[in-house]
């Protein structure tokens, strides 16, 4: 037991290891290509100047203004999307003939952009918070629901008929049978959703907002300022990845009980 944890402990420093070797082979390859390609610094900066304009955004802080209000949208948008699209998916999954009425629907809105509909939402509910919601709850909404529809009808018929010979009430089989069941596939959807949810806080920014990372970026493009967009979708990627990172360590701490046996030695230590 203590040989195959210190190999997996080696093997996830490893791993942490090659984060910071690729970042900065990353940071080589760009200055190797503006200085090969002779870029302006309009069309194409150079690491060094992007880093100092996030030091100066952050400085006067318009940059966590800004950061602020899309994660704002972000999790507001991912909590209604989650609420409403785990809600259905337990309805359509509980019954197969809401399920055939509803899915032609579901699918036909999964059909146009989101981006094609922005522009109606924004001018229907302003260019405030509310819109930038809808937008980012809309785009999480299907993964979410087909994860939930999926995660609820894996669970094995046997459990039923064992949780209705001990005589279990409906809440007992939700909360104790069926939840547990869904929640390793629903994080999964849930994973997808939260990266997701961050293109839909942008989107709806692009098309009409006057705060957020996505006006920022619009900002910088208009001023020819490529060092503000690069800090921009920068702060994107990094929202997106610390929304991932936070739901996998959930994930990882609610369902410890469904990992195998070394994958629980690892998450301890």
Not at 49 to 57: K, Q
Request: one cysteine or more; hydrophobic letters at 50%.
């Amino acid at each position: 037991m203590d040989r195959v944890k210190k190999n997996m402990n080696g093997s996830r420093k490893n791993h942490w290891s090659l984060i910071p070797i690729t970042g900065i082979l990353s940071i080589l390859i760009w200055y190797f290509v503006v200085w090969l390609g002779d870029f302006q610094a309009f069309i194409l900066p150079t690491p060094q100047l992007v880093w100092l304009r996030f030091i100066r955004s952050l400085d006067d802080g318009s940059l966590l203004r800004h950061f602020s209000v899309t994660l704002g949208e972000v999790m507001g948008g991912l909590a209604v999307g989650v609420f409403t699209a785990s809600s259905l998916g337990y309805l359509l999954a509980r019954s197969r003939k809401l399920e055939r009425i509803m899915s032609p629907y579901i699918v036909a809105s999964q059909s146009v952009p989101v981006v094609a509909i922005a522009p109606l939402l924004i001018i229907w509910f302003g260019p405030g918070l509310t819109s930038k919601v809808i937008i980012c709850s809309l785009i999480v909404f299907f993964p979410i629901l087909i994860n939930t529809i999926i995660g609820l009808r894996s669970v094995p018929e046997d459990l039923y008929d064992l949780m209705r010979s001990l005589q279990a009430n409906r809440w007992q089989i939700f909360s104790l049978l069926e939840v547990p069941a869904a929640l390793p596939v629903l994080f999964g959807g849930l994973r997808i959703g939260a990266t997701l949810s961050v293109i839909g806080a942008v989107v709806g920014e692009f098309v009409g907002a006057d705060r957020g990372l996505g006006f920022l970026i619009n900002v910088g493009r208009g001023q020819y300022d490529t060092s503000l967009v690069f800090v921009a979708v920068f702060s994107l990627v990094f929202m997106a990845l610390a929304l991932y990172g936070s739901i996998t360590l959930i994930e990882n701490k609610l369902l410890k009980w469904n990992m195998r046996p070394e994958q629980r030695i690892l998450n301890d230590t």
